[in-house]
Structure formats: structure tokens, C-alpha cells
């Protein structure tokens, strides 16, 4: 069974860090692209990084640039989001997805981890 577990949110003050895990079961993660997604209270989706299957090229929003970083350990089989210097505006649910390639549809999601930013 395909399967994507997100881990590693929760509470943290504003300026902390948070790593966070998206671990594969039933499948290869080498052979996908992952992306790291966001969704906030009444606000959509939002891509938040990804890394490639081919090269580990790596993308991010701009919101995010500098202060986060995407990983992937091929042997854990599991891609890693590296959060700093977090903002209350980070707040969100985060979710893991799959990819044929950065920018594709995504196929499989995670269940999503919440992430609070708040003093």
C-alpha cells in the first residue's frame, strides 16, 4: 500500500525551527519528485518546496527562500523540510506529495502535519 507520513510539526515560538519528515512506505521515494505543500485556515494550498528525483534540483516560494531547506535520504527512504527562522505567518498544515517531476500534478499525499508559529 502506497503510503506518506508526514511528521516532526508542531508548536514553536516565532524565529525557531522545525524539521520536518515525510516518510514512504510500499514505494521507492528516489523515483519521485516530493513536494511540500501548505494549507492555512481559510487560505488555499500553497506550494512550498520541492525536490527533484533526477538531480535533487530543489525549488521554494519565495516565502520561503533562505530560511527553508528540502532533503531527501534515498536510504531512509524519506525527504526532509529543514524550517528556520519561522514566522507566525508559517502556520499552516503541511503536507507531503509525489510527483513525476517538480511542477507535475501530484499524485499521493500525506495525511499533513499542523505547524503553529505563535509566542
Known amino acids: 500500500q502506497v503510503q506518506l507520513v508526514e511528521s516532526g510539526g508542531g508548536l514553536v515560538q516565532p524565529g525557531g525551527s522545525l524539521r520536518l519528515s515525510c516518510a514512504a512506505s510500499?514505494?521507492?521515494?528516489?523515483?519521485?519528485?516530493i513536494g511540500w505543500h501548505r494549507q492555512a485556515p481559510g487560505k488555499e494550498r500553497e506550494g512550498v518546496s520541492c525536490?527533484?528525483?533526477?538531480?535533487?534540483?530543489?525549488y521554494y516560494a519565495d516565502s520561503v527562500k533562505v530560511r527553508f531547506t528540502i532533503s531527501r535520504d534515498n536510504a531512509k527512504n524519506t525527504v526532509y523540510l529543514q524550517m528556520n527562522r519561522l514566522k507566525p505567518e508559517d502556520t499552516a498544515v503541511y503536507y507531503c506529495?509525489?510527483?513525476?517531476?517538480?511542477?507535475?500534478?501530484?499524485?499521493?499525499w500525506g495525511q499533513g502535519t499542523q505547524v503553529t508559529v505563535s509566542s
Open positions: 525536490i527533484s528525483s533526477s538531480d535533487g534540483s530543489t
Open positions: 510500499g514505494f521507492t521515494l528516489d523515483n519521485y519528485a
Open positions: 506529495a509525489t510527483a513525476r517531476f517538480c511542477g507535475a500534478k501530484y499524485d499521493y
